[in-house]
């Protein structure tokens, strides 16, 4: 029996777990979450899938992407038949605000490298019709992905962690692995130390975003905040169309009928008490009916940007080590793909 051990149960480490425990091979698979509940990059995300609609035109980065996008669907499916339960998520796609013509020739120069996907350029009076509550004078056109989604990333994780249970993976909640022990030659991995106690293994997948540096020296972790708002609007009208909004680095969550979250992930260094009103000024200027919102609450938290390295980190780093980290602000978009080349790693 192989005995795998992913470290790190956010988005990212509970679908690599996913996707290993649908393997028809004789695996005893563990997963370690240092916290009960969901917490760290995961809990601070907002779910928003830029995949088809990112400015990433070929190689590993937009692989991945694509990669993600192709599997979400039917990932949604099977955890909403394992679970019983429906999984959050926004499927009217992803509009883009454009404000300069420069911005605008960017977007209509992707499009000729979505030759599969289908991306919409709009100019101001379809982007007034589509999305009426969009007024700014310094909009010039919009870019509009249908193929790009928002999934509620803490009930995602909810429903991975419940799927494993199901299918038999061993969920530690609350334990802490704090040390990878190595080889005499340090050329592989034999297990790891949780709660003092050594617990031999044959693989390991470091996936604990912030905290995988404290495990391996292989890579550079440095936190960036994202803030997010979740905000009421009582005379909220209904719209069949409700996408995703995003302009400036900000997006605008629709929900449910009168429900928004606003947030973005733009902070290096300490957070600054100010960059939340940023934020929702900056989604107010081009959707102005927020400014009668009532605040609900309000969250942040530490995304992991690797440091001289391309984001995510995706690498075999000693014989039995895998490295799947540093998604920065991709981690429910890449999740996916990162899981499906984890497994492709371990089973070549």
């Not at 962690?161 to 802490?176: F, N």
């Not at 292989?218 to 005379?235: C, F, M, S």
């Not at 609900?296 to 984001?311: F, H, I, K, L, T």
Request: proline share 5%; glycine share 8%.
């Amino acid at each position: 029996m192989l005995r795998i051990g992913i470290v790190g149960g956010g988005v990212v480490g509970a679908t690599i777990a996913y996707e290993l425990s649908a393997i028809n091979k004789d695996l005893n698979i563990t997963l370690y979450e240092t916290n009960q509940a969901i917490e760290g990059a995961t809990w601070a995300a907002l779910g928003v899938l830029v995949g088809i609609s990112s400015q990433k035109k070929s190689g590993r980065a937009w692989q991945l992407r694509q990669e993600s996008i192709l599997r979400y669907p039917s990932l949604l499916n099977e955890l909403e038949s394992i679970t019983g339960s429906p999984i959050p998520h926004n499927c009217q796609g992803l509009v883009h605000l454009c404000f300069t013509n420069e911005a605008l020739a960017k977007w209509q120069d992707l499009k000729k490298y979505r030759e599969n996907w289908t991306l919409e350029i709009w100019n101001v009076p379809e982007l007034s019709q589509r999305c009426p509550e969009i007024v700014n004078k310094d909009i010039v056109g919009a870019i509009y992905s249908p193929s790009d989604w928002q999934i509620n990333p803490i009930e995602l994780t909810q429903a991975l962690w419940k799927a494993l249970t199901i299918k038999g993976v061993d969920l530690r909640l609350g334990q802490k692995v704090s040390q990878v022990i190595m080889s005499q030659d340090a050329q592989s991995c034999r297990g790891v130390m949780v709660n003092n106690e050594f617990e031999a293994l044959d693989y390991i997948v470091i996936a604990a975003g912030i905290g995988s540096p404290k495990l391996t020296n292989k890579v550079q972790i440095e936190p960036v905040i994202g803030q997010a708002l979740h905000l009421r609007l009582q005379k909220d009208k209904h719209k069949d169309f409700y996408p995703v909004i995003t302009g400036k680095d900000v997006h605008i969550i629709p929900q449910s009928l009168g429900e928004y979250w606003v947030g973005a992930t733009v902070e290096f260094g300490q957070s600054d008490p100010q960059a939340l009103q940023s934020v929702l000024d900056c989604a107010i200027a081009f959707c102005p009916t927020l400014s009668q919102a009532s605040i609900v609450g309000s969250w942040q938290g530490e995304r992991p940007r690797p440091v001289e390295m391309s984001a995510p980190v995706i690498e075999q780093v000693a014989t039995n080590i895998i490295l799947a980290t540093g998604h920065y602000r991709n981690g429910v978009l890449l999740a996916p793909a990162t899981a499906l080349k984890v497994k492709n790693m371990i089973f070549k």
